[in-house]
């Protein structure tokens, strides 16, 4: 069999039988890799992602270094906001920040639809170009910012600490924020069908902001569009994973999003959310990322109790809970990454899992 004919990562995407848990690292093309840091001394963050060749370069490093079981476009969420006509700045130590917020429901008609063709070329060109020197080791995961998270940024501005400003339209003026949302829903479908036509093999949705809503909030204004989403940019073959942080405390509404992975912080039980989610979705994650600082033979007895919660059988990609820090060092990722490969395929042994608590 060809190499791209059978991935590891799309085979427990799916919750088929795989002879061991694939892994891979949220942010894992970024800062704690020295030869990031070395391309990042000669170009600022989004002249990086604004260049296919810096982002193909900067997305196969850790599939060189580390050997993972997928590649994730080096981009970020923001190229949506940004695409929409809303001026960004990174800056250092403090991140990205929109210049200019939504603040009154009179801005939104001014943000432009999204044409991914033209406006986001870039990033369509940087697949296409993975695409062609991975030439099927491992598969590509598209990605986008999930409509709550972009709305976030899009009103706050920046990082926030109260969310202030977004909790005011989610109490004061709900009909507001959905017009908002609708408008970048319309925006990431568009953007995550043009990823997978460029060659994207999966797609994953941040929610990084889904847990400072209230719980019918997160009914109402996360994942009623996330659904709707993960509905119209469906693709045979393609598997879909919904990201959101902070919101263990409604897994079994988490059930509902109909993606076919459902990717978990680090707080969460992964015996717990098998049960309740099992039956219908695989599980991505979920060692704390902080975990990483401890020395490689504490990182493999975790990623061992990991593995374990989660328990014998398919439907399990193994990840942090959130994404990778700066200063861990690459050792102690590479100790996580050979820790699944080498503990894993036990629980995927039928005759050795028999014997399993
Ligand atoms: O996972 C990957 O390696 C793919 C690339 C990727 C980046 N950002 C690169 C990046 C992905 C998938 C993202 C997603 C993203 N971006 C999210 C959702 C996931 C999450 O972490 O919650 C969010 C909220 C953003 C917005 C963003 N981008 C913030 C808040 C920051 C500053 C904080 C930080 O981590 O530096 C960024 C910058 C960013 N995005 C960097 C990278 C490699 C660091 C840029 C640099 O200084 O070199």
């Not at 795989?18 to 891979?24: A, F, I, K, N, S």
């Not at 490093?61 to 590649?71: E, F, G, N, S, T």
């Given at each position: 069999m060809k190499p791209e004919e059978r991935h590891l990562f799309i085979e427990a995407c799916f919750r088929r039988?795989?002879?061991?848990?694939?892994?891979?690292?949220?942010?894992?093309?970024?800062?704690y890799l020295p030869e990031y840091r070395a391309i990042r001394e000669k170009y600022d963050?989004?002249?990086?992602?604004?260049?296919?060749?810096?982002?193909?370069?900067?997305?196969?490093?850790?599939?060189?270094?580390?050997?993972?079981?997928?590649?994730?476009l080096f981009s970020d969420i923001l190229v949506i906001p940004e695409a929409m006509g809303m001026a960004l700045e990174f800056r250092e130590r403090q991140g990205p920040v929109l210049l200019e917020p939504i603040r009154q429901v009179g801005q939104i008609p001014s943000l432009k639809p999204v044409e991914p063709e033209t406006d986001l070329?870039?990033?369509?060109?940087?697949?296409?170009?993975?695409?062609?020197?991975?030439?099927?080791?491992v598969p590509l995961i598209g990605f986008s910012g999930a409509p709550w998270t972009l709305a976030t940024y899009m009103i706050e501005g920046g990082a926030s600490r109260n969310f202030g400003h977004i909790k005011r339209w989610r109490f004061g003026q709900p009909d507001a924020l959905h017009q908002l949302l609708e408008r970048i829903s319309d925006a990431v479908v568009a953007y995550c069908r043009a990823q997978i036509a460029a060659g994207a093999q999966a797609i994953q949705l941040f929610d990084s902001w889904a847990g400072i809503l209230d719980a019918a909030g997160f009914e109402a204004f996360a994942l009623r569009y996330v659904r709707k989403i993960i509905q119209e940019i469906r693709t045979p073959g393609v598997p879909i994973i919904y990201f959101a942080r902070g919101v263990g405390a409604w897994l079994p509404r988490l059930a509902t999003c109909g993606a076919d992975v459902v990717g978990l912080d680090w707080q969460v039980d992964l015996r717990t959310a098998r049960q309740i989610l099992g039956p219908r979705m695989a599980l991505q994650g979920n060692l704390d990322p902080t975990a990483l600082y401890a020395p490689p033979p504490v990182i493999r007895q975790l990623v061992r109790e990991m593995l374990k919660r989660y328990g014998a059988g398919s439907g399990h990609v193994a990840n942090l809970g959130h994404g990778i820090l700066p200063d861990v060092p690459v050792e102690h990722a590479r100790a996580f990454i050979e820790a699944v490969k080498t503990e894993s395929p036990v629980f995927h042994n039928t005759s050795e899992t028999e014997r399993l608590p």
């Open positions: 039988p795989v002879e061991r848990t694939p892994v891979w690292m949220m942010r894992q093309a970024g800062r963050f989004i002249t990086m992602y604004k260049t296919p060749e810096l982002v193909a370069e900067v997305t196969l490093q850790p599939v060189h270094r580390l050997q993972v079981d997928a590649a994730i070329n870039f990033v369509l060109e940087g697949i296409r170009l993975v695409r062609r020197e991975l030439e099927g080791r």
